[in-house]
């Protein structure tokens, strides 16, 4: 069966935002954000805690979290690699973050400058801190299906990560198809072999992105495998500018689309949404990708 209802977990303002070649103004971010909470997201990544020669895009975090944050009703989580990411953090009163690891080794060098397995020994003290500080956190895994430098992935190198965040205290996991790659039959392999090793599916998260055309297919498996948080984008906004073919993460239009057409509540207005990245569109000079977008708007 299918769940009655799915929390959207809007990653637009980070992942997508994290990509753009042209510098977008604190004040357009704060607005983008301040519109999605209007169109009924309640999740809503906001930035990262990262270093900013890294991702130079989200180097206004501190300026932007604190103009967002008052946002009634709307939960803000934002990427922390390390512990200076999680000091500057929680110094900005931040509730929720995210630590980040992968299921390969080429992506943990190419993203956090870390073996997997420095990287999760960088986490787990990050995350202890994080949850007695109160917060909830979330553990990404990237690479979770195939990886531009290494093929396809095994089973087993995802669900250790996946355990090791898991032991460290995650609250729940994202698990990234960084590149698009996946295909709803491995989707559903990965998920039940998590389960077999003692990962349950209401801790479970699945970020998909576009490239192949599979996100909503993918995302169909796991619903009814029983997933019910699913990562987005507003106006299919992102990829990731550490994973060269990464484009195009699963558009938040699209999801709700396939929602609301399949009797799953949401929260979204999707009329405003579709607004919304029209607007967003606009301030980036480009169409949005989002099928759904084109169909319900005249941009
Ligand atoms: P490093 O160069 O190894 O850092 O980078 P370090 O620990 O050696 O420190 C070097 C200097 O950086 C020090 O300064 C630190 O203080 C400073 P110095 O003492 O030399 O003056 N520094 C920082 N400054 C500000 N904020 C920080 C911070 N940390 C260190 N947090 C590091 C390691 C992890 C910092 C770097 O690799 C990094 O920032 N990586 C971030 C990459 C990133 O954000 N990628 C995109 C997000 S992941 C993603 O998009 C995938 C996802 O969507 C899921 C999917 O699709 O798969 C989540
Ligand atoms: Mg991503």
């Known amino acids: 069966g299918l769940p009655a209802r799915v929390r959207i977990h809007e990653v637009g303002a980070r992942d997508g935002l994290q990509n753009e070649k042209t510098a977008v103004p604190v004040e357009v971010k704060a607005e983008f954000i301040r519109r999605l909470a209007d169109a009924g997201l309640t999740t809503i990544e906001a930035t990262s805690f990262v270093h900013p020669k890294w991702v130079p895009q989200l180097a206004d975090a501190e300026q932007l979290f604190p ?3 008052e946002l009634p009703g709307v939960a803000l989580p934002v990427l922390v690699p390390n512990q200076r990411g999680l000091d500057r953090a929680l110094a900005l009163g931040a509730r929720r973050v995210a630590v980040f690891a992968s299921a390969t080794e080429s992506f943990a060098k190419a993203n956090l400058n870390r073996t997997v397995d420095e990287s999760l020994a960088v986490f787990e ?4 801190q994080a949850k007695d500080a109160g917060a909830h956190v979330r553990g990404y895994v990237s690479m979770c299906f195939g990886d531009p430098w ?6 087993h190198q995802v669900v250790r990560v996946c355990r090791a965040l898991r032991d460290m205290g995650c609250d729940e996991l994202s698990l990234g198809d960084t590149i698009g790659v996946a295909t709803p039959g491995h989707v559903l392999d990965l998920l039940a072999q998590l389960n077999e090793e003692g990962v349950p599916t209401d801790e479970i998260g699945v970020h998909f992105h576009d490239t192949y055309g ?3 297919s993918n995302t169909l498996a796991a619903l ?6 699913v990562d987005a984008s507003a106006g299919g906004l992102g990829g990731c500018p550490y994973a060269r073919s990464a484009t195009g993460n699963l558009a938040t239009e699209d999801l709700v689309w396939m929602l609301r057409g399949l009797g799953i509540d949401t929260g979204v207005d999707l009329g405003r949404l579709v607004a919304t990245s029209v607007w967003m569109a606009e301030q980036l000079g480009r169409p949005s990708p ?5 169909a319900l708007s005249h941009q």
């Open 224 to 229: 009814q495998h029983g997933v019910t948080t």
């Open 125 to 128: 003290p990050v995350v202890r």
């Open 150 to 155: 290494e093929g396809p992935v095994p089973l």
């Open 214 to 216: 599979q996100a909503l």
């Open 290 to 294: 989002s099928r759904t977008v084109r």
């Open 67 to 69: 103009k967002v944050s």
